[in-house]
């Protein structure tokens, strides 16, 4: 009896603890949520019929991404991106292209030297002018030299269309196409291990990414001067805490009891 008490205890504290994230990332741009299930354990110990199984207690699954589609807040940031539909960004620590990231956080930014970035400063990951393959960290550069006249014009505005395709504009209206966001698909997304920051890394459940661009394929549609919010409902994560929590204090007195009643037939 104790161990099972003590195998429903520690499933709602695991619970609370997958409850308790999703909700304190109730606003963190581009979060997916998860989720899981109460699992009964089930024994064949003592028993000779096959058929017959005793309750040994319940677990909780592990924790499951929920990549249902969250709502879009409109900035007007040129570099403020949201997916609508299936394709994570790609993004590199420094030169570590081999370790990539995926997210849903589109919130990126144009360093002085023209290199597309995250808020904390990865790479963000691209094709270069009209290409489909080979991505490589996007740079957008900041000025451009008009060799026939000898001068030099400062980019003046960032246009990102909804296949994810980057022009710049020099100037007043010397416009230059300068690449395109690439995106990656998984045959597994809810399989994607989370690595914090709402970043994302592929294994084996997930399966490796196809990279392309958006609109294309299986790929969803890039909406620029957009973020995604997280896929959230705090109300519905507020109702399954306080079940998780009323459940947890229920077993915590029946696990007292017995603990009780055991040491009063210990002691005589």
Request: charged share 20%; aromatic share 6%; glycine share 10%.
């Given at each position: 009896?104790?161990?099972?008490?003590?195998?429903?205890l520690?499933?709602?504290?695991?619970?609370?603890g997958?409850?308790?994230?999703?909700?304190?990332?109730?606003?963190s741009?581009?979060?997916?949520?998860?989720?899981?299930?109460f699992?009964?354990?089930?024994?064949?110990?003592?028993?000779?019929?096959?058929?017959?199984?005793?309750?040994?207690?319940?677990?909780?699954s592990?924790?499951?991404?929920?990549?249902?589609?969250?709502?879009?807040?409109?900035?007007?940031?040129?570099?403020?991106?949201?997916?609508?539909?299936r394709g994570?960004?790609?993004?590199?620590?420094?030169?570590?292209?081999?370790?990539?990231?995926y997210?849903?956080?589109?919130?990126?930014?144009?360093?002085?030297?023209?290199?597309?970035?995250?808020n904390?400063?990865?790479?963000?990951?691209?094709?270069?002018?009209?290409?489909?393959?080979?991505?490589?960290?996007?740079?957008?550069?900041?000025?451009?030299?008009n060799?026939?006249?000898n001068?030099?014009?400062?980019?003046?505005?960032?246009?990102?269309?909804?296949?994810?395709?980057?022009?710049?504009?020099?100037?007043?209206?010397?416009?230059?196409?300068?690449?395109?966001?690439?995106?990656?698909?998984f045959?597994?997304?809810?399989?994607?291990?989370?690595?914090?920051?709402?970043?994302?890394?592929?294994?084996?459940?997930?399966?490796?990414?196809?990279?392309?661009i958006?609109?294309?394929?299986s790929?969803?549609?890039?909406?620029?001067?957009?973020?995604?919010?997280?896929?959230?409902?705090?109300?519905?994560?507020m109702?399954t805490?306080?079940?998780?929590?009323?459940?947890?204090?229920?077993?915590?007195?029946l696990l007292?009891?017995e603990?009780?009643?055991?040491?009063?037939?210990?002691?005589g």
């Amino acid at each position: 009896m104790l161990s099972i008490l003590k195998s429903a205890l520690n499933a709602n504290t695991n619970e609370m603890g997958i409850v308790s994230n999703n909700i304190a990332n109730a606003n963190s741009t581009g979060f997916k949520k998860s989720s899981t299930n109460f699992e009964h354990i089930y024994s064949m110990h003592n028993s000779t019929d096959p058929n017959k199984f005793s309750g040994q207690g319940v677990n909780i699954s592990e924790p499951r991404l929920q990549m249902k589609q969250g709502a879009l807040q409109a900035t007007g940031g040129a570099l403020d991106l949201a997916v609508t539909g299936r394709g994570f960004f790609t993004v590199v620590q420094g030169d570590q292209v081999d370790n990539p990231f995926y997210t849903r956080d589109g919130s990126f930014n144009l360093k002085a030297n023209g290199e597309v970035v995250t808020n904390d400063g990865l790479s963000v990951m691209g094709f270069l002018g009209e290409a489909k393959a080979g991505l490589i960290n996007l740079i957008i550069p900041t000025q451009k030299v008009n060799e026939s006249t000898n001068t030099i014009s400062i980019i003046s505005n960032v246009n990102v269309d909804s296949k994810g395709k980057i022009t710049a504009t020099y100037g007043l209206d010397d416009e230059e196409v300068i690449g395109s966001f690439g995106l990656a698909s998984f045959i597994n997304e809810p399989g994607l291990n989370p690595v914090g920051n709402n970043r994302y890394q592929f294994n084996a459940k997930s399966g490796e990414p196809k990279y392309g661009i958006a609109m294309e394929k299986s790929f969803g549609k890039i909406e620029a001067g957009n973020l995604e919010r997280a896929n959230v409902d705090i109300t519905s994560e507020m109702v399954t805490m306080l079940k998780t929590q009323q459940a947890f204090s229920g077993v915590s007195r029946l696990l007292q009891t017995e603990i009780d009643i055991t040491k009063r037939l210990i002691d005589g």
